[in-house]
């Protein structure tokens, strides 16, 4: 097929409302976007066909936004296994006791508070952090759970005896050591946003020497040797 025939039928294929694309995969053969551009300049194409040709290139763009979609969650995953593979040796790091002590002490100087002298107070909105504070503080120490208290702080429109069983079940803190759920007033007639939010909980356990100690701790890794 020479170049006039070749320009006959892709003419009469765009005037049929043919994409490019459709164009190319017809005659069977690439041919640039550019050559069928200036072919196809003066045809007049009906609002019917218009219309098809917007609705295919429609189509495309969210094909290729979905594929670029995929393609970038693929490469997330790869991402996140090499950061995951150079690091899972750090995994038994913490089955010594020295190295989970650092580990308190740091969790503790960022999301403790340094005010209250007669007792650990730490206090996070994230189940994994409350979680790992716990899990460290009980493995470090020789722990009378009868000191723990807790409370849950939430937004007014939230069911309190449903924050209250699922915090006891992340910190393995009976109910009867938790105190009334505080509520926040600013959020009284202000529907929630974020629908897994499950408030803040706030640990305290009664201890003035152990609030010294991860303190100590925090304070001589700071200075160094």
């Not at 006039?4 to 490019?20: F, M, N, P, Q, V």
């Not at 002490?105 to 996070?124: D, T």
């Amino acid at each position: 097929m020479n170049r006039a025939e070749l320009k006959e039928k892709a003419i009469k294929l765009r005037k049929k409302g043919k994409t490019y694309s459709e164009i190319q995969k017809d005659l069977k053969i690439v041919i640039p976007r550019s050559t069928l551009s200036c072919w196809c300049r003066d045809i007049e194409l009906s609002q019917k066909y218009q219309d098809r040709i917007q609705r295919m290139i429609l189509k495309n763009v969210h094909k290729a936004r979905f594929i670029a979609l995929t393609v970038n969650k693929i490469k997330r995953k790869k991402y996140l296994k090499s950061i995951t593979d150079r690091n899972k040796h750090l995994a038994t790091s913490l089955k010594n006791k020295n190295t989970a002590k650092v580990a308190l002490a740091m969790l503790y100087l960022g999301e403790g508070s340094k005010k209250q002298r007669g007792s650990l107070i730490f206090g996070n909105s994230d189940p994994f952090i409350i979680n790992l504070f716990l899990h460290l503080l009980r493995y470090c120490y020789n722990i009378d759970e009868s000191k723990f208290r807790c409370t849950v702080q939430c937004r007014a429109d939230q069911d309190t005896n449903r924050l209250e069983n699922f915090w006891c079940r992340i910190t393995k803190i009976p109910l009867v050591q938790f105190y009334k759920t505080r509520i926040d007033p600013r959020t009284i007639g202000k529907p929630s946003k974020k629908q897994n939010y499950k408030g803040v909980c706030r640990i305290d356990y009664f201890s003035a020497e152990l609030f010294i100690e991860i303190k100590l701790v925090a304070e001589i890794i700071h200075r160094g040797p």
